[in-house]
């Protein structure tokens, strides 16, 4: 297994803004993860290959003949919020990122003070990727971030790709438990991911967009997007009333090998409303462990919260009625079930 990367065994940059100092048994980075969890008869091959910004001291043909030697590649990128004793700060305690000419570039591309105005991988992640794919090996891509990155290249040319954003000082072995299937991962994405910089601000909540004229707009990757080791098939939507509550069930089918955990999630669409709304809004959602081959079914409820929002003309709470389209999805764009259910007024 060759490891890559300049997050495969960078402690500082898995653990996030404005962390103390640590001591390093108490981390463990996504090299020493997979190296504890392989056996003495794998080879694990380490090569940094480049930093997150600095271009000076890249290695991009060792790494490439490490992954030649190897069987599969294991590619760890992204960014980075570690502070330096050469970072300078202003009295706020915000960064400022003025990089002197002739000095080696920091890590950091994230926290206070380091905005920016690109989503792309910096320095030469992207050409190291590249000369990976270009290798024909198996490659696993790990981003290890702060911020939502440009992933495009990833999602079209790796054979996996995981986001694990900083994964703290046991990120290591998560990773690890995660790419080796000792763990079935169920984690679900609680943002957009943009194709580029043109598509911010994205909301799940507008719906499908017209296209751009020169490329797409939809997500790479949609809010409440993840996948596991299995699949789920959903049916039997059943939804019932007890006053102004709302109760949906829905059966949640195994159709995998393994047993593992769906995140059901439940989005509200009003079909009429009486100012302007957005066409989908995530109300309730719920993560079932259910076992290979096995049916597990799930209950959510939405009370009058579900349909209320304020007013800005009107300054006050308001509650519409009317038609709402009840929406079970896999994420904000994988509608799977849906059924329309009538608010009528209330009645005093």
Not at 50 to 68: E, F
Not at 223 to 237: I, M, V, W
Request: charged letters at 25%.
């Amino acid at each position: 297994i060759a490891v890559i990367g300049p997050n495969a065994d960078t402690q500082y940059n898995q653990l996030g803004d404005y962390t103390a100092p640590q001591d390093d048994k108490f981390i463990t980075t996504p090299l020493e993860g997979i190296q504890a969890a392989v056996s003495k008869k794998t080879e694990v091959k380490y090569v940094k290959g480049c930093a997150i910004r600095d271009v000076t001291m890249s290695d991009i043909p060792g790494a490439v003949k490490a992954a030649k030697e190897s069987d599969v590649v294991v590619l760890v990128v992204g960014g980075s919020s570690a502070r330096d004793f050469r970072v300078k700060y202003e009295a706020t305690a915000a960064a400022i990122a003025n990089d002197e000419e002739g000095q080696i570039l920091l890590d950091m591309d994230c926290g206070e003070g380091y905005d920016r105005s690109t989503l792309d991988l910096l320095g030469d992640q992207e050409k190291l990727m590249q000369a990976l794919i270009e290798t024909g090996k198996p490659l696993v891509v790990v981003y290890i971030q702060g911020r939502t990155l440009k992933m495009n290249l990833a999602a079209e040319k790796a054979n996996a790709l995981l986001t694990a954003w900083y994964p703290g000082g046991e990120g290591g072995h998560a990773i690890a438990d995660v790419l080796f299937g000792d763990y079935n991962p169920a984690g679900r994405l609680p943002v957009s991911i943009a194709r580029n910089e043109g598509q911010l601000p994205i909301y799940y909540s507008k719906g499908k967009q017209r296209a751009y004229m020169d490329g797409e707009a939809n997500a790479l990757y949609a809010f409440g997007y993840g996948l596991s080791y299995t699949d789920f098939r959903y049916s039997n939507l059943q939804i019932t009333r007890e006053q102004e509550n709302i109760f949906v069930s829905v059966e949640v089918e195994n159709i995998g090998d393994v047993d593992g955990k769906e995140v059901v999630q439940l989005y509200v669409s009003p079909k009429n409303p009486s100012v302007d709304r957005p066409l989908r809004e995530l109300k309730a959602f719920q993560k079932v462990f259910v076992k290979a081959g096995q049916t597990a079914t799930v209950k959510m409820q939405l009370d009058q919260d579900a349909f209320t929002y304020y007013n800005e003309q009107t300054h006050s709470w308001q509650t519409d009625q009317g038609e709402f389209l009840l929406q079970i999805c896999k994420n904000a764009n994988e509608i799977e079930l849906e059924h329309t259910v009538i608010r009528a007024p209330r009645t005093k």
